[in-house]
């Protein structure tokens, strides 16, 4: 079975704060993302990530950065959080078979911004 | 430009009903991938099925069936006898070739199915 995981499944961090959070997956898969979830607005791509060291953005990637210094580890940073970034935080890996991709997602980490 | 719309906010069914799950969806391309995720209360989005734009055969697995109709940019998601294990969240996602990585994911149709 592939395996994501994330740091923490709930976490509460004050305005001005910087922010990691970790994701690992133990499939060897090379491409790993980051994504928002917000009630009706679904899910929305921050940054994803081919390889160790490469990032792309996403399609909104504003006040965030990321990290990959191995490959099993992907990490989501907020220099300093606000309150609008309060959200469902999802790490997904990317699994190919058979020619056929599918990204695979961690259980979520839900963040406070007070 | 890419979209995906799921214009069911929310449903409700009693158990043992059939209750099907509307996702339309926007693209140029010619050649796309169309996707479905079940989000449980536990937050894990769960992959279900991913179809490309050349398959337009309809898929049944168990329960579930998916019907993809390229004519009316639909795949449409039917859960025949639901069970109260069905109350989750549901996600149409769409990407499109080559830079297949980006999933576009609609807006969510929220299932509670009743005892």
């Known amino acids: 079975d592939v395996k994501v995981t994330q740091s923490s499944r709930y976490l509460v961090k004050r305005t001005g704060e910087k922010v990691f959070l970790e994701c690992v997956q133990d499939?060897?898969?090379?491409?790993m993302f980051w994504y928002r979830q917000d009630p009706g607005l679904g899910l929305r791509l921050i940054y994803f990530?081919?390889?160790?060291?490469?990032?792309e953005k996403g399609d909104i990637p504003e006040g965030y950065s990321v990290s990959r210094e191995k490959k099993e580890r992907f990490s989501l940073i907020l220099e300093s959080a606000s309150t609008n970034q309060t959200s469902m935080y999802l790490c997904?890996?990317?699994?190919?078979?058979?020619?056929?991709?599918?990204?695979?997602f961690g259980p979520g980490t839900r963040l406070l911004v007070l | 430009a890419q979209k995906v719309t799921q214009a069911q906010t929310e449903i409700s069914v009693v158990e043992k009903e059939d209750v099907t799950l509307d996702c339309v969806y926007e693209?140029?391309?010619?050649?796309?991938?169309l996707f479905w995720y079940k989000q449980p209360p536990s937050g894990e989005l769960v992959f279900l099925i991913r179809?490309?734009?050349?398959?337009?055969q309809n898929e049944i697995s168990g329960r579930y069936s998916w019907n993809f109709q390229k004519s009316t940019s639909s795949f449409n998601f039917t859960i025949t006898a639901s069970q109260v294990v069905d109350s989750a969240v549901y996600f149409c996602?769409?990407?499109?070739?080559?830079?297949?990585?980006?999933?576009?994911f609609g807006t969510g149709t929220r299932l509670q199915v009743f005892p």
């Open positions: 997904a890996s990317r699994w190919t078979v058979f020619g056929q991709e599918t990204q695979y």
């Open positions: 499939m060897d898969h090379e491409n």
């Open positions: 990530s081919y390889d160790v060291k490469m990032k």
């Open positions: 693209t140029r391309d010619t050649t796309y991938y």
């Open positions: 179809r490309n734009s050349f398959d337009e």
């Open positions: 996602a769409l990407s499109e070739a080559p830079n297949t990585d980006k999933l576009i």
